[in-house]
């Protein structure tokens, strides 16, 4: 499969590499078709990995990842055009972060919006899916890194895109995945992100995650 990521930081690199090592070719999209870091990710990659612009990696892929923050996600997609987002499935794990008043960060939209849901209203034929936004980006491609099962959430509008996505999941790992529904329930996921910066400061690791118990 083709995968193109918008990102090329820490956590589009992170996903990348998984998704090379599960055997797909992957295109990391930046601002630049030539992006110093990119090309250095490329060249550990190997030879299913590329690297381009958000629109080239956006043409690219059958399925995409958003790994941009979530203060330039809007912008990030609209450079990489509508006619090559159009009827792909998207997974979004951007975050509403705003960091303008230090640490920890606040965040910029909640209670009655959210991201993915901005992310979806702009671009309506984009099948957005919202998940991995609640782990870190080590966890989110090895939940093994945190002993046990523990749990993980999806929302989008989308049936059959979240049917595809739930695969890319299983191949990631997790097996204990809980739809939410529609993509108005980004507002929860994304609403777990204060907590989630206060419980990283409280273990002094990134390496944690939640459990449901039913």
Same mark, same amino acid.
């Given at each position: 499969?083709?995968v193109?990521?918008?990102?090329?930081?820490?956590v589009?690199?992170?996903i990348?590499?998984?998704?090379?090592a599960?055997?797909?070719?992957v295109?990391?999209?930046?601002?630049?078709?030539?992006? #110093?870091? +990119?090309?250095? @990710?490329?060249?550990?990659?190997?030879?299913?990995a590329?690297?381009?612009?958000?629109?080239?990696?956006?043409?690219?892929?059958? $399925?995409?990842?958003? !790994?941009?923050?979530?203060?330039?996600?809007? #912008?990030?997609l609209?450079?990489?055009?509508? =006619?090559? $987002? &159009?009827?792909k499935?998207?997974?979004?794990?951007?975050?509403?972060?705003?960091?303008?008043?230090?640490?920890?960060?606040?965040?910029?939209?909640?209670?009655?919006?959210? $991201?993915?849901e901005r992310?979806q209203?702009a671009?309506?034929?984009?099948?957005?899916?919202?998940?991995?936004?609640?782990? &870190? !980006?080590?966890?989110?491609?090895?939940?093994g890194? =945190?002993?046990g #099962?523990?749990?993980?959430?999806?929302?989008?509008n989308? +049936?059959?895109?979240?049917?595809?996505?739930?695969?890319?999941?299983?191949?990631?790992?997790?097996?204990?995945?809980?739809?939410?529904?529609?993509?108005? &329930?980004?507002?929860?996921?994304?609403?777990?992100?204060? $907590? @989630?910066?206060?419980? @990283?400061?409280?273990?002094?690791?990134?390496?944690? &995650?939640?459990?449901?118990?039913?």
């Amino acid at each position: 499969m083709k995968v193109g990521i918008l990102g090329s930081g820490m956590v589009g690199e992170t996903i990348g590499s998984k998704l090379v090592a599960l055997g797909h070719a992957v295109k990391l999209g930046s601002r630049s078709a030539t992006n #110093e870091k +990119a090309s250095a @990710w490329v060249s550990q990659a190997g030879a299913l990995a590329s690297q381009g612009t958000f629109a080239e990696a956006a043409a690219f892929g059958e $399925l995409l990842f958003n !790994c941009t923050p979530g203060s330039v996600a809007l #912008e990030v997609l609209e450079a990489a055009g509508h =006619v090559h $987002l &159009n009827g792909k499935v998207m997974i979004d794990v951007s975050n509403p972060l705003l960091f303008a008043k230090g640490a920890p960060p606040t965040l910029f939209v909640t209670n009655d919006d959210s $991201l993915g849901e901005r992310l979806q209203r702009a671009f309506p034929e984009l099948l957005l899916v919202k998940t991995l936004n609640t782990v &870190n !980006c080590s966890v989110m491609v090895d939940p093994g890194r =945190v002993p046990g #099962e523990h749990t993980m959430f999806l929302c989008g509008n989308d +049936a059959g895109a979240k049917a595809r996505v739930r695969q890319v999941l299983s191949d990631f790992g997790w097996r204990d995945v809980i739809d939410l529904g529609d993509i108005s &329930n980004a507002r929860a996921t994304e609403a777990l992100l204060p $907590l @989630w910066v206060r419980l @990283w400061g409280v273990l002094q690791t990134g390496d944690f &995650n939640l459990k449901v118990v039913r």
